[in-house]
């Protein structure tokens, strides 16, 4: 089991940047895939990003690539999503989750997850 605490939600302009941070105790975190979700009011959570165990392999969904940038420090057992040039649609829940398996590929199904933060909240004001 891991526990898992987002921060560095908050309100942002559009065009504005932030750093969301996702951090991990309780199970060895350098050893699985993290990944980034987020929910919109009214709508499914959705796929944002991940990266795996040793930060070689990132993967984005297409309505972030280019402006989100996930990686990870293994030391500080922490996990990041750089956010820039941010729009409204952005405005979400963001969620930082851990993989169920050890050394695992890269998944953009939310089963594929077992652990979750709270989340942490992020609006970008028009």
């Known amino acids: 089991q891991v526990q898992l605490v987002e921060s560095g939600g908050g309100l942002v302009q559009a065009g504005g940047s932030l750093r969301l941070s996702c951090a991990a105790s309780?199970?060895?975190?350098?050893?699985?895939?993290m990944g980034w979700f987020r929910q919109a009011p009214g709508k499914e959570r959705e796929f944002v990003a991940a990266?795996?165990?040793?930060?070689?392999?990132?993967y984005y969904a297409d309505s972030v690539k280019g402006r989100f940038t996930i990686s990870r420090d293994n030391a500080k057992n922490t996990v990041y999503l750089q956010m820039n040039s941010l729009k409204p649609e952005d405005t979400a829940v963001y969620y930082c989750?851990?993989?169920?398996?050890?050394?695992?590929?890269?998944?953009?199904?939310?089963?594929?997850?077992?652990?979750w933060g709270q989340g942490t909240q992020v609006t970008v004001s028009s």
């Open positions: 990266i795996n165990y040793s930060s070689s392999r990132q």
């Open positions: 309780g199970r060895t975190f350098s050893s699985y895939a």
């Open positions: 989750a851990a993989d169920k398996k050890p050394y695992g590929g890269l998944s953009t199904a939310q089963t594929a997850y077992d652990n």
